[in-house]
């Protein structure tokens, strides 16, 4: 099938979602010193946009930040379809959000640069103890250290994940509590893709939490995909299926051997975690909303979806929004 080979146009999100978070960046809606090593291309965007990509990795902060400190800094963190993401460099700019492991996945085609720019950068190749790389294990397209993994895999290949975890067997516990981060990938992959994904992570991570976020709310109800430019882009958004409602999206966690699936959208979280005052900074950053009716259409088809298995009650139930 060439739609399926061809993953070209699903890599390419990763120039999107990179470009978005480095002009909101330029603009001050949150900082993070490492994103302009991965990519230079800002073009200006909307406010709207601007405001998902904040409360986009605010919240995804916040969620990890209450995961590491539940589990006492005892944790893996495992970021799937990772694009140029930089959190594990902002969260070594922190000694108590420093965790045991942190392993990047993407196509090789995004990790191999991504492998590349951090070697030849200073300011991200000193977070890395580069030093104490393992020689023995030598990734092809990725890299290995103590703390911190990059592994080219194709996550719609579980045997090709399973084989590439082996490979760091040494640095990754399968006992120690985990966090699965998904940031906009489970939707380019079949319904029968990531529900086998999400079954190998319970039944190989005895402890594990998992936040997606991702599209909702993406059919009228003629059962039409909801806009004119996704039409067009549909045949990449295999995973569709899954983003069409709350119950669709936390229903693929239970029956997936999660405990427990929660949901919240882009805009009750605005509307309940976004403070006033952040609001009105946010609001001034580019000169003010025209119209909230934009910001609302738009924030209503965004969720974060999140599910834990916690069989020894270390209180993974208190991750919450
Ligand atoms: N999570 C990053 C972020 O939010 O900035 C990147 C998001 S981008 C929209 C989607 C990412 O998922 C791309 O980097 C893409 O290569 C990756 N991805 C999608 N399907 C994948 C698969 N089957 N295996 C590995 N990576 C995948």
Redesign the pocket.
């Known amino acids: 099938n060439t739609v399926e080979n061809d ?1 070209t146009a ?2 390419e ?2 120039t ?3 470009s978005c ?1 480095l002009y909101a960046i330029s603009r001050d809606y949150w900082s993070d010193p490492y994103m302009k090593f991965f990519t230079t291309k800002h073009e200006r965007k909307t406010p709207e946009i601007n405001i998902g990509y904040y409360i ?1 990795v605010t919240a995804i902060r916040k969620f990890l930040k209450k995961f590491i400190q539940q589990t006492n800094q005892q944790c893996q963190i495992i ?7 930089t959190t594990y460099f902002n969260l070594q700019d922190d000694p108590s959000l420093n965790v045991k492991h942190f392993i990047d ?3 090789y ?2 990790t191999e640069i991504k492998t590349r720019l951090i070697r030849r950068t200073p300011q991200l190749a000193e977070k890395l103890n580069i030093n104490e790389e393992e020689e023995s294990i030598s990734i092809p397209g990725g890299l290995h250290t103590s703390t911190y993994t990059i592994l080219p ?4 290949e579980i045997s090709s994940l399973d084989k590439q975890l082996q490979l760091i067997e040494k640095n990754l516990d399968y006992n120690l509590p985990t966090f699965f ?5 489970l939707i ?2 079949s319904l029968e ?1 990531s529900t086998n994904l999400l079954s190998y992570i319970t039944q190989k991570f005895s402890t594990c939490f998992f936040l997606n ?1 991702e599209q909702i709310n993406m059919f009228d109800r003629f059962g039409q995909i909801m806009y004119d430019n996704l039409k067009q882009r549909c045949c990449h958004l295999l995973g569709i299926q899954a983003c069409k409602s709350k119950q669709t999206q936390c229903q693929r966690f239970i029956d997936t051997n999660f405990q427990q699936a929660q949901l919240i959208s882009l805009n009750d979280y605005y509307k309940q975690y976004v403070d006033i005052r952040e609001k009105q900074r946010l609001d001034k950053i580019d000169g003010g909303l025209d119209e909230k009716e934009l910001l609302e259409q738009l924030f209503d088809h965004y969720c974060f979806c999140w599910a834990y298995k916690d069989p020894l009650n270390i209180g993974l139930d208190k991750v919450t929004s």
């Open positions: 993953n699903i890599i999100t990763n999107d979602s990179s978070k986009r970021n799937l379809g990772c694009g140029y993401d996945i993407d196509f085609q995004i895999v194709d996550l719609r981060l998904s940031e906009c990938v380019y992959m893709n976020f």
